[in-house]
């Protein structure tokens, strides 16, 4: 088979695949996860027809996929991927430009530059930020938060990309209670210490409370988080920007979903002065529905960010233009700004608003429809963030069970303040009201169900 089919073969699979998500089980059969016994096999000895490879992943390995690119996936935080930016991405996966280097690949670096201003224009952040692709908000957290370190230390006199931290004048890095796991994950790669941080209790909401907030410094790095995985709150950032940049103090803004509030303008209250931080996490991935994988390191410092990523050899020709490979720990990477250019040059500056402000409400109706039935909001509904609890601790794990198997929809698990909840994401361009009131009635139907044996 030529190459010519073998795509076309691809792409009327790929196509087939997304057709039928809406009648499928969202969670994959226990059937098809069974069947993937079938790749448990040796290395083959010979080569094989490329052909056959791929409709052997088609068909066993396409039945054991969760349908997070479906509309009614409300696990996690999980975007789907919009048409623009799946087929961007297959097409400049053909490519297979090395993004590092401007010299490698003229397109991609365009692209991504010219993506980086959009992002920046879409939020509402300065334009003169710069700004790395990275995989997704870890990578983008620690990225960020190595900027911070390569600043404040900087400023005390200290090189810490060349003499590391022996021997370096400490930093104090204040976290809130419910700081993402990876910001503190992001802290111990960086050598700062996951247990060394201070954290500041937080609200009902999950919200840093601010009179807590312990003295700042010129070696302080404040985390702040744009986004609670949990409710959707963010921390006060109004307030505590203003006095954590008076302080000297770095303030670094974990946004990886909540940022985006920003770009929907009935929603961007919620993150008001967040465009006075220093640095921000951002995913692509969730929110914006490009495919995986797919985050944004942004600084407010090009020299900052630079300077902790920067790397210079003899043999990396490096021009007058930016330089993507100076704003990213990898070197070699994909163009994953080629994806959120698609996205963007597709649903402008209007679709990104109502896609956010559409899941939004969506979230909402959630919520007031589980609330009319009887069943308890452990949470403000102020995102896209839903928190329910369908009575004690054991019926609501066995309603989220019931519904996973059910099929209709998918949502997993959490616990709220010591008790266990459902959580709803609402995340993806694909997520239809009709969705919404098919899942309703799903998770409605399965908890009465649940009740009734109980
Ligand atoms: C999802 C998330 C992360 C981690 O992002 P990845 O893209 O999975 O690396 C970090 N912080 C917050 C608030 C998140 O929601």
């Known amino acids: 088979m030529n190459t010519r089919s073998l795509l076309g073969d691809a792409a009327n699979r790929a196509a087939t695949y997304l057709e039928g998500l809406p009648s499928r089980s969202v969670a994959p059969g226990a059937d098809a996860v069974a069947a993937l016994v079938h790749f448990d096999r040796p290395l083959p000895e010979h080569p094989r027809d490329p052909s056959l490879v791929l409709s052997e992943l088609d068909e066993y390995g396409s039945p054991g996929t969760g349908a997070s690119a479906g509309g009614r996936y409300f ?11 799946l087929a961007a991405n297959m097409l400049a996966t053909s490519w297979d430009q090395n993004a590092g280097l401007v010299v490698i690949s003229p397109t991609t670096a365009k692209l991504e530059s010219i993506a980086l201003r959009w992002l920046l224009d879409a939020l509402h952040l300065p334009p003169a930020c710069a700004a790395g692709f990275v995989t997704g908000a870890t990578m ?9 370190r390569h600043t404040l230390l900087q400023r005390a006199g200290w090189d810490v990309e060349a003499q590391g931290l022996f021997g370096a004048p400490p930093l104090n890095v204040i976290v809130g209670d419910e700081v993402h796991v990876t910001v503190l994950k992001a802290l111990a790669m960086l050598g700062l210490g996951r247990a060394r941080v201070t954290r500041v209790p937080a609200d009902a909401q999950g919200r840093m409370r601010a009179e807590l907030l312990p003295p700042l410094d010129d070696r302080t790095i404040l985390c702040l988080q744009a986004g609670n995985v949990n409710t959707g709150d963010v921390d006060p950032i109004a307030e505590l920007i203003p006095r954590a940049r008076a302080a000297g103090a770095w303030v670094h803004v974990d946004g990886a979903f909540g940022l985006w509030a920003a770009a929907a303008p009935k929603r961007a209250a919620l993150v008001a002065g967040v465009e006075n931080a220093d640095s921000w996490a951002l995913d692509a991935h969730k929110w914006l529905n490009v495919p995986y994988d797919s985050g944004v390191a942004i600084c407010r ?5 630079r300077g902790a990523t920067a790397v210079t050899a003899a043999y990396l020709v490096q021009g007058a233009e930016r330089e993507p490979c100076e704003y990213t720990p990898e070197l070699s990477r994909r163009a994953r700004g080629v994806d ?6 597709s649903l402008g500056r209007s679709g990104v608003a109502e896609m956010i402000e559409r899941n939004c409400r969506q979230a909402t109706r959630f919520a007031t429809g589980l ?3 009887g069943y308890e909001i ?3 509904v102020v995102l896209n963030q839903v928190l329910v609890s369908f009575g004690d601790d054991e019926t609501t794990r066995r309603v989220i069970a019931g519904i996973q198997s059910d099929g209709t929809c998918w949502c997993g698990g959490t616990v709220w303040h010591g008790r266990t909840a459902m959580r709803i994401s609402v995340s993806s361009w694909a997520t239809t009201d009709d969705d919404v ?3 309703l009635a799903a998770m409605i139907r399965v908890a009465s169900e649940v009740h009734a044996v109980r």
């Open 378 to 380: 452990l949470s403000d």
């Open 75 to 85: 696990g996690f935080v999980i975007g789907a991927t919009l048409p623009a930016a």
């Open 371 to 373: 609330r009319e039935a």
């Open 301 to 305: 410092d090009r020299d900052a960010l």
């Open 437 to 439: 009131e098919l899942s």
């Open 340 to 345: 959120v250019w698609a996205a963007l040059s």
């Open 140 to 148: 983008a957290n620690f990225t960020c938060l190595a900027a911070a």
